[in-house]
């Protein structure tokens, strides 16, 4: 079945700058992606969701890349600020079974200002 | 109003015991999900369920049982909690895996 490979596990950056988290999956047929962020002691909650072929889309202080052809999600926190500390995941929806998705094992950034 | 609710939101239970941990929702979703989330594993998938009197297998069942007794109500019961069942368990609703999951707060089961 679908595998999701997420690093790195923990980073750690200063205050302003960027923070760059990446997963590989192993489907190729695999559609939905997407990026949660979980808060300390909170619960996860989407930051955004893509599907295109090759696709970069830009939220509010972030970047995720999409790159089918060598099966590659990335997110990347641009200008990182305190705000930003928190665990993140990303999610795949393998062809195999379209009824869930396949979660990274996350990464926890701290930014220290 | 928070739209996926989840009790107990900790629980203490000793070996042996059977756990009941209950989910709620309120966003008209037909799929729910109940994962559990372990230091460096992420969340992995328990069980789901896609129509009420329902459930399917997930990718960690064993050990766990699902119930889904109506679109709004989706249960994971511990028959016999062991240690290794200490985690927190999150519960999801969504419209289907193309679509975002709405997550509950948590439930922190510690099992003595």
């Known amino acids: 079945g679908e595998q999701v490979e997420q690093r790195p596990p923990h980073l750690s950056v200063r205050e302003g700058d960027s923070a760059v988290i990446t997963c590989t999956y192993t489907d190729p047929n695999s559609y939905y992606f997407f990026w949660y962020k979980q808060e300390p002691g909170a619960s996860l909650q989407l930051l955004m969701k893509v599907f295109s072929s090759t696709e970069i889309n830009e939220g509010q202080g972030f970047t995720v890349l999409l790159n089918k052809k060598d099966k590659r999600l990335s997110l990347n926190l641009t200008a990182a600020h305190p705000g930003d500390s928190a665990a993140y995941f990303c999610a795949v929806s393998p062809s195999s079974n379209t009824n869930k998705v396949v979660f990274g094992t996350g990464t926890r950034l701290q930014v220290l200002p | 109003e928070a739209a996926v609710t989840q009790s107990p939101r900790s629980k203490v239970a000793v070996t042996g015991g059977k756990v009941t941990l209950s989910c709620h929702q309120t966003n008209n979703h037909d799929y729910m999900y109940w994962y559990r989330q372990d230091t460096g594993h992420g969340l992995r998938l328990i069980h789901y369920?896609?129509?009420?009197?329902?459930?399917e297998k997930g990718d960690i069942p064993d050990g766990y049982k699902a119930s889904r007794p109506s679109q709004e109500n989706f249960s994971l019961i511990l028959e016999l909690a062991s240690l290794s069942q200490t985690a927190v368990y999150f519960c999801?609703?969504?419209?289907?895996?193309?679509?975002?999951?709405?997550f509950g707060p948590g439930t922190r089961l510690t099992v003595l």
């Open positions: 369920s896609y129509v009420a009197d329902s459930t």
């Open positions: 999801a609703s969504s419209d289907g895996a193309y679509a975002e999951q709405f």
